[in-house]
Protein backbone atom coordinates (compact mmCIF):
# COMPACT_ATOMS: atom_id res chain seq x y z
CA UNK A 1 0.00 0.00 0.00
CA UNK A 2 1.30 3.17 -0.56
CA UNK A 3 -0.34 6.67 0.88
CA UNK A 4 -1.14 9.51 -1.47
CA UNK A 5 -1.92 12.78 -1.36
CA UNK A 6 -3.10 15.59 -4.18
CA UNK A 7 -2.71 18.47 -4.51
CA UNK A 8 -2.88 21.90 -6.83
CA UNK A 9 -6.72 22.12 -7.31
CA UNK A 10 -8.32 25.45 -6.91
CA UNK A 11 -10.73 28.06 -8.82
CA UNK A 12 -10.18 28.46 -12.81
CA UNK A 13 -12.08 30.34 -15.18
CA UNK A 14 -13.00 28.24 -18.54
CA UNK A 15 -10.12 28.26 -20.98
CA UNK A 16 -7.48 27.88 -18.55
CA UNK A 17 -5.42 25.18 -16.83
CA UNK A 18 -4.33 23.92 -13.50
CA UNK A 19 -1.32 20.88 -12.93
CA UNK A 20 -2.98 18.55 -10.03
CA UNK A 21 -0.23 16.63 -8.06
CA UNK A 22 0.16 13.49 -5.81
CA UNK A 23 3.25 12.88 -3.32
CA UNK A 24 3.23 8.90 -2.60
CA UNK A 25 5.23 7.83 0.39
CA UNK A 26 6.95 4.47 0.05
CA UNK A 27 10.00 2.75 -1.62
CA UNK A 28 7.47 0.88 -3.88
CA UNK A 29 5.90 4.04 -5.75
CA UNK A 30 7.77 2.90 -9.33
CA UNK A 31 5.73 -0.41 -9.68
CA UNK A 32 2.47 1.05 -9.12
CA UNK A 33 0.24 1.74 -12.06
CA UNK A 34 -1.63 5.19 -11.10
CA UNK A 35 -4.50 6.63 -12.53
CA UNK A 36 -6.83 9.87 -11.82
CA UNK A 37 -10.10 10.15 -11.32
CA UNK A 38 -13.10 12.82 -9.92
CA UNK A 39 -16.27 12.78 -9.00
CA UNK A 40 -18.23 15.85 -9.79
CA UNK A 41 -21.43 16.47 -7.60
CA UNK A 42 -24.56 14.39 -7.49
CA UNK A 43 -22.58 12.38 -9.73
CA UNK A 44 -20.65 8.84 -9.91
CA UNK A 45 -16.98 8.55 -9.73
CA UNK A 46 -15.54 8.43 -13.15
CA UNK A 47 -11.91 7.36 -14.58
CA UNK A 48 -9.89 10.38 -15.99
CA UNK A 49 -6.49 9.14 -16.85
CA UNK A 50 -3.87 6.51 -16.50
CA UNK A 51 0.02 5.86 -16.46
CA UNK A 52 2.09 2.61 -16.32
CA UNK A 53 4.69 2.40 -13.90
CA UNK A 54 7.03 3.25 -16.47
CA UNK A 55 5.47 6.21 -18.07
CA UNK A 56 4.99 5.04 -21.17
CA UNK A 57 2.07 3.98 -21.49
CA UNK A 58 -1.17 6.55 -20.68
CA UNK A 59 -5.23 5.83 -21.14
CA UNK A 60 -7.29 8.78 -21.41
CA UNK A 61 -11.44 9.26 -20.67
CA UNK A 62 -12.48 10.06 -24.12
CA UNK A 63 -14.00 13.56 -21.97
CA UNK A 64 -10.42 14.71 -21.48
CA UNK A 65 -8.39 13.10 -24.31
CA UNK A 66 -6.15 15.89 -26.15
CA UNK A 67 -6.46 18.49 -23.04
CA UNK A 68 -5.38 16.55 -19.89
CA UNK A 69 -2.20 14.99 -19.86
CA UNK A 70 -0.78 12.51 -16.91
CA UNK A 71 2.91 12.25 -16.00
CA UNK A 72 4.99 10.87 -13.34
CA UNK A 73 8.70 11.58 -12.06
CA UNK A 74 9.40 8.08 -9.93
CA UNK A 75 12.34 9.42 -8.77
CA UNK A 76 9.99 12.03 -6.24
CA UNK A 77 7.24 9.53 -5.98
CA UNK A 78 4.56 11.72 -7.64
CA UNK A 79 2.63 11.83 -10.78
CA UNK A 80 0.72 14.84 -12.36
CA UNK A 81 -2.49 15.76 -14.48
CA UNK A 82 -1.87 18.47 -16.40
CA UNK A 83 -5.39 20.26 -17.02
CA UNK A 84 -5.47 22.63 -20.37
CA UNK A 85 -8.76 23.94 -21.62
CA UNK A 86 -10.61 23.38 -18.50
CA UNK A 87 -14.60 23.46 -19.28
CA UNK A 88 -17.45 23.79 -16.39
CA UNK A 89 -17.98 20.55 -16.16
CA UNK A 90 -14.66 19.54 -15.35
CA UNK A 91 -15.74 20.66 -11.96
CA UNK A 92 -15.10 18.02 -9.87
CA UNK A 93 -13.05 16.35 -6.56
CA UNK A 94 -10.54 14.73 -8.31
CA UNK A 95 -8.56 11.46 -6.69
CA UNK A 96 -5.44 10.04 -7.36
CA UNK A 97 -5.14 6.01 -7.19
CA UNK A 98 -2.51 3.39 -6.98
CA UNK A 99 -2.73 -0.25 -8.83
CA UNK A 100 -0.40 -2.65 -8.22
CA UNK A 101 -1.96 -4.30 -11.88
CA UNK A 102 0.45 -3.92 -14.47
CA UNK A 103 -2.29 -3.57 -17.17
CA UNK A 104 -4.00 -0.12 -17.50
CA UNK A 105 -7.77 0.04 -16.48
CA UNK A 106 -10.40 2.62 -16.23
CA UNK A 107 -11.52 0.00 -13.64
CA UNK A 108 -11.48 2.08 -9.76
CA UNK A 109 -12.08 -1.40 -8.45
CA UNK A 110 -8.80 -2.43 -9.40
CA UNK A 111 -7.12 0.48 -7.43
CA UNK A 112 -5.93 -0.08 -3.98
CA UNK A 113 -5.20 2.89 -2.76
CA UNK A 114 -6.75 6.55 -2.89
CA UNK A 115 -5.75 9.88 -1.65
CA UNK A 116 -8.23 12.23 -0.17
CA UNK A 117 -9.24 14.49 -3.59
CA UNK A 118 -8.49 17.85 -4.24
CA UNK A 119 -11.28 20.32 -5.30
CA UNK A 120 -11.28 21.55 -8.84
CA UNK A 121 -13.98 24.34 -9.62
CA UNK A 122 -13.95 25.79 -13.51
CA UNK A 123 -16.31 29.04 -13.30
CA UNK A 124 -18.04 30.07 -17.06
Known amino acids: QVQLVESGGGLVQAGGSLRLSCAAS????????MGWFRQAPGKEREFVAAISWNGVSTYYADSVKGRFTISRDNAKNTVYLQMNSLKPEDTAIYYCAANRGSILTKSGAQFGSWGQGTPVTVSS
Open 26 to 33: GRTFSSYS
